[in-house]
């Protein structure tokens, strides 16, 4: 789960795996949508791949990639982070709150030297 | 694999954290814009997760600065309707810090989930910012793809 989500935290992956989501396409095709060198989608692809999130299938010379259908799916994968998220939010929100209780009580915290 | 298992740690004491999730103004903190909730078992709450997905079900379980579980689905989507999944959190102290583990099972199954689309975009977004602990602010997927 985490390898995967590490690999679509990156924008042009994303856009990559929606390239390759209903339709398999080469390396070659993919590279020509996007601005960065052949050699930055190949390790995009090669990230994705690792991921277990795209497929790859040799032709010849040729590879073709496609989403996996069986791999995180795209519900999952946004519910996922939405999870992450929210905790880092709540994280974030009960920190703060225990720090003014903390602050409130005063000094029977400062005494365990945490004010 | 249809469930989702993920962990935080939070320098809090499990009684405050454990209102985060009882409280509909605290719950606004950190799961939605609005918030409506009952927390007691068969009650019901409602969260506006976007302004525009409306999530709702029931708490099932409340165990006091322990453990927490509601279901959950989305108004509107036949595919994952209210009360289709079940969310369960359960709180850990760790000295003065709470471990904090949140399980999502019972998700549906598929690639049908195509009318999630913008949330994925917009969730991914977040988990980059999340990831770096940087605000969202603009959301890097926002041109049209070619």
Redesign the interface.
């Known amino acids: ?1 985490d390898a995967a ?1 590490r690999a ?2 990156e ?1 042009t992956r ?2 990559i795996l ?2 390759v989501r209903d339709r398999e396409r080469t390396a070659g095709d993919i590279a020509e ?1 996007f601005d960065v060198t052949r050699p930055a989608v190949s390790q995009h692809l090669r990230a994705l791949q690792e991921a277990q999130l795209v497929t790859v299938r040799r032709d010849g010379t040729r590879r073709w990639y496609r989403a996996r ?1 069986e791999g995180l ?23 703060r ?2 720090r003014s ?1 903390r602050a409130r009580r005063g000094g029977t915290m400062r005494a365990k030297g ?1 004010a | 694999m249809n469930e989702l298992d993920v962990s935080v740690r939070i320098d809090a004491s499990a009684s405050t954290v454990f209102r985060f999730f009882t409280d509909p103004v605290r719950m606004c903190e950190w799961m939605g814009v609005a918030a409506d909730a009952d927390p007691r078992p068969g009650g019901t709450y409602r969260v506006d997760v976007t302004g525009r997905d409306v999530a709702s079900g029931s708490y099932v379980e409340i165990v006091p600065h322990e453990r927490v579980v509601w279901t959950w689905g989305w108004e509107g989507n036949p595919d994952f309707p209210p009360g289709s999944s079940t969310v369960e959190v359960t709180l850990e102290a760790d000295g003065d810090a709470t471990v904090v583990r949140l399980r999502h099972t019972g998700l549906p199954d598929g690639p049908s989930a195509a009318r999630h689309r913008e949330g994925w975009e917009h969730y991914l977004a977040r988990l980059v910012a999340a990831g770096t602990g940087s605000d969202a602010g603009r959301d890097p997927w926002v041109q049209p793809s070619r």
């Open positions: 789960m989500l679509l935290a924008p994303r856009q929606r390239l949508h259908p799916s795209e519900m999952q994968a946004w519910l996922a982070s939405m999870w992450r998220g929210n905790l880092a939010d709540l994280k974030r929100a009960a920190e709150e225990e209780v945490r």
